[in-house]
């Protein structure tokens, strides 16, 4: 699979709660029992040290290497690992989310 590809597959299973036109999101990261993009499954609990350690804040990585927001809350609930954050928004990307919102 390619970079992009995975990519795709990564937003694709990445799923937004709610989204507001400043970048501030609720979304689950990642799905427990559920093999992703990468091939990786995670299982409930595997999160919980990072959670405590980090106290919730984080940052948001694209492709696992380019930070493009910072999370101010992280749980783990039945179904995979919930986060609260925003992204780091410039002109371009404030319109992309506007549209998406639409």
Same mark, same amino acid.
């Given at each position: 699979?390619?970079?992009?590809?995975?990519?795709?597959?990564?937003?694709? @299973?990445?799923?937004?709660?709610?989204?507001?036109?400043?970048?501030?999101?609720?979304?689950?990261?990642?799905?427990? @029992?559920?093999? !992703?993009?990468?091939?990786?499954?995670? #299982?409930?609990?595997?999160?919980?040290?990072?959670? #405590?350690? #980090?106290?919730?804040?984080?940052?948001?990585?694209?492709?696992?290497?380019?930070?493009?927001?910072?999370?101010?809350?992280?749980?783990? !609930? @039945?179904?995979?690992?919930?986060?609260? &954050?925003?992204?780091?928004? &410039? !002109? @371009?990307?404030? !319109?992309?989310? #506007?549209?998406?919102?639409?």
């Amino acid at each position: 699979m390619s970079k992009e590809q995975r990519r795709q597959a990564a937003i694709a @299973n990445f799923e937004i709660r709610s989204l507001t036109d400043e970048g501030v999101f609720e979304a689950y990261a990642t799905v427990f @029992n559920v093999v !992703d993009s990468y091939d990786t499954l995670f #299982k409930q609990g595997c999160f919980a040290k990072t959670i #405590k350690d #980090k106290r919730g804040i984080v940052p948001i990585l694209d492709e696992h290497y380019e930070e493009i927001g910072l999370t101010s809350a992280l749980v783990e !609930d @039945n179904r995979g690992l919930l986060i609260t &954050g925003r992204l780091y928004l &410039g !002109d @371009n990307e404030r !319109d992309e989310v #506007k549209t998406a919102r639409e």
